[in-house]
């Protein structure tokens, strides 16, 4: 190769080389310190970073102290379109913080600087948070609004903001005193245990009031100012909470409100805080976004360790509003409940021992008006959750069946002592009556609750086919409309042998509750089925309540005696609900049980109904044995229709219906007028 050539591709060379020099003008060193930057801050670690007037290490410490207030939460740090200028360069960050439900976004401008062959972030607060200073932190307040009321039937309050007492020692007024007397005899005043209570006194730092128990502050209360006073230390602070207007109304149903525990605030997801209410079981766990609403939150810039006392003694307010979110109200939460069709069906089973329940519906419009569980039920939702055989409250469902094969109540069916179906014996109640006994009217049978008739009628009807009849009813289906979590019935639509046999009274594996008791009953009333309502605007929330089906999943834990025994494990052997009838009761079909439901009262078990005033009554006992004891014991049932009311009663480990029931179903009838 000539020099000549030699010296051409020289010069190319170097064309070529001073073509790329120019090309790296250091943008994509600086655009990667940028996302460094942004990803960094994003983690909330800037101690990998490289700075030019502030140590990694000093810088990631004065960041962490600045959004210490925000904590947990971090922001979403996005890198914008950089600008360079020789050896600097300007980029915009852009973040965005999750704060409640509402996001906190803003931009600040970094500078970057080139050192050698290296991009250094040029130090400055104000990439943290626009105008920030040095020496400056943010601060947050919230405001919590007043939880929403539960409402009942006419929008009359059931659960608002009542006045309380918070009783406990003050330990900043216990002077000379010792806490642990102090403590000690509090606690037996207020009738806490008074070592446990002694333990959390000793703990609590010097200057703190110890609670040992809230007080309904009206008439119930019997521990005096004065009495609390008397002991050392001893306070009752006024305030207000969200109940019902009893310490046990509703209480199962409705469930309560008071401080979220640390658990529950952890398990939030950061929509509780400490302070916060929120809900414990029922409507008001279920419902708890709608009635909670959302806290109002303030962030601040403020100069670090600016105390109260400074802030207070401050001309005007030093510290700088950066976000306001406003604080949202919650909605009230309206119910069908009856305030005092539901406090006379809580009087009425006030002096049960066994689990127990009463609730009444309007057949017109599906409206629950009281869904009690008894002191019984300990806690646990008998009315709306219970799982139960419903005995011969069932061969309401039987007698549908019956009708949609030809029969009327003056059909004749066998009525006989005993029955033996694949040996097992099957027999009527004690002190059946012998004149009924024989070859006698379905009406009759029904009236005097013939076990034998029912089941000698088995080959008459598919399980199937009860099945069907008991959708018709209103029961074993979905209800959409209730919006409240509930079991409305399980009736298996296969069974053979003894199985088939003892469904047609009521037993085996058929399931209901006594809300469901209570639909089928108002079915009648109605002549259709009732589609049974209990909160009338469940959708007021941003997150809608799941609507209730037939076998919604209780929200509390049955005691031991108020747990369905009938049938084995109910949980396990209650079969899904149907969407919806495929064949709903007809007029006419109602009509027939309700003329043999009338003559339950005018010839048969329930004649004490009789002089119940008003409407005539219709009605239906029910015994259903369970367990293994010898004689076994039994749920006691009594359904009724009384004008435009439909009611059940259920008394778990209850003798017979007629009975134990019925007496408390003819006390609530008569006083609900």
């Known amino acids: 190769m000539g020099n000549s050539s030699k010296l051409s591709l020289a010069l190319v060379g170097l064309v070529l080389g001073a073509s790329l020099v120019a090309c790296d003008d250091g943008r994509s060193g600086a655009q990667g310190a940028a ?175 110890v609670a040992a128990i809230t007080l309904r502050d009206d008439s119930t209360r019997t521990i005096t100012n004065e009495q609390i006073s008397a002991i050392p ?97 919650g909605t009230p939460l309206k119910t069908t409940l009856d305030p005092k069709l539901q406090q006379l069906a809580e009087d009425v089973l006030g002096k049960v021992g066994p689990a127990s329940a009463i609730v009444a519906i309007r057949p017109s419009s599906g409206a629950v008006l009281a869904a009690a569980s008894g002191p019984g039920s300990n806690g646990y939702d008998t009315a709306m959750l219970g799982q139960y055989a419903p005995g011969s409250i069932f061969k309401m469902v039987d007698s549908l069946a019956l009708f949609r094969k030809g029969m009327t109540p003056d059909s004749k069916v066998e009525c006989t002592p005993t029955l033996t179906v694949d040996g097992r014996t099957f027999k009527n109640a004690e002190g059946y009556p012998e004149s009924s006994l024989g070859s006698v009217p379905l009406r009759e049978a029904f009236a005097h609750s013939c076990n034998t008739a029912f089941i000698n009628a088995r080959d008459k ?23 409240a979590a509930a079991f409305l019935g399980s009736v298996p639509g296969a069974a053979e042998g003894t199985e088939h046999a003892a469904s047609m009274i009521g037993q085996g594996k058929v399931l209901l509750s006594p809300l469901a008791a209570a639909i089928m009953a108002g079915s009648v009333a109605k002549g259709a089925p009732v589609s049974a309502q209990l909160v009338r605007n469940p959708n007021a929330a941003a997150t809608p309540a799941p609507p209730a089906s037939g076998n919604a999943a209780a929200t509390g834990t049955p005691s031991s005696s108020a747990a369905p025994t009938a049938a084995g494990d109910a949980s396990s052997s209650a079969a899904a609900p149907a969407k919806a009838s495929a064949a709903p ?48 014991k039994t749920h006691a049932w009594i359904v009724a229709v009384h004008g435009d009311l439909a009611v059940a009663v259920f008394v778990d480990d209850g003798g017979l219906g007629a009975t134990t029931s019925g007496p408390l179903l003819k006390e609530f009838l008569t006083a609900a007028g």
């Open 35 to 209: 996302t460094q930057l942004a990803t960094a801050v994003s983690a909330l670690d800037v101690g990998s970073v490289a700075f030019d007037g502030k140590d990694s290490g000093a810088a990631n410490d004065q960041l962490k102290e600045v959004f210490k207030a925000l904590d947990p939460a971090k922001p979403s740090v996005q890198a914008g379109e950089l600008k360079l200028d020789a050896d600097t360069a300007k980029v915009p960050l852009n973040y965005t913080w999750k704060v409640g439900a509402d996001e906190w976004k803003y931009t600040v401008s970094a500078q970057l600087k080139k050192s050698g062959d290296k991009w250094l972030t040029v130090w400055n607060p104000a990439i943290l948070v626009p105008d920030l200073a040095d020496g400056e932190v943010l601060s947050t307040s919230s405001e919590t609004p007043k939880r929403a009321p539960i409402l009942g039937a006419g929008d009359v309050p059931l659960v608002t903001y009542r006045p309380v007492v918070n009783v406990g020692i003050d330990k900043t007024q216990l002077g000379r005193a010792d806490a642990a007397d102090s403590a000690t005899k509090l606690a037996q005043l207020v009738g806490v245990d008074p070592g446990v209570y002694s333990k959390q006194v000793a703990a609590a730092g010097a200057q703190a009031f």
């Open 233 to 329: 230390g001893g306070r009752a602070i006024p305030d207000t909470l969200p109940l019902a207007p009893t310490r046990t109304f509703a209480r199962a149903l409705l469930g309560t409100a008071a401080e979220a525990s640390a658990e529950q605030i952890e398990k939030s997801g950061g929509a509780l805080k400490p302070g916060d209410t929120t809900g414990n079981g029922g409507l008001q766990q279920q419902y708890d976004t709608q009635l909670r609403g959302s806290n109002g939150l303030v962030i601040r810039a403020q100069k670090a360790g600016l105390t109260a006392e400074q802030l207070k003694a401050a001309p005007t307010d030093p510290r700088r509003i950066l976000f306001q979110a406003p604080m949202k109200p």
């Open 461 to 483: 009807v598919t399980q199937a086919e009860l099945e069907s009849a008991a959708t018709s009813l209103g029961v074993a289906v979905d209800a959409p409309a209730l919006g």
């Open 585 to 632: 009761v007809t007029a006419a079909e109602a009509a027939y049980l309700k003329d043999m439901m009338r003559a339950v009262v005018t010839s048969g078990h329930a004649g004490f109904l009789a002089s119940v005033p008003g409407a005539p009554v219709g009605a239906k006992t029910g015994t259903a044995e369970f367990g293994t004891d010898n004689p076994p």
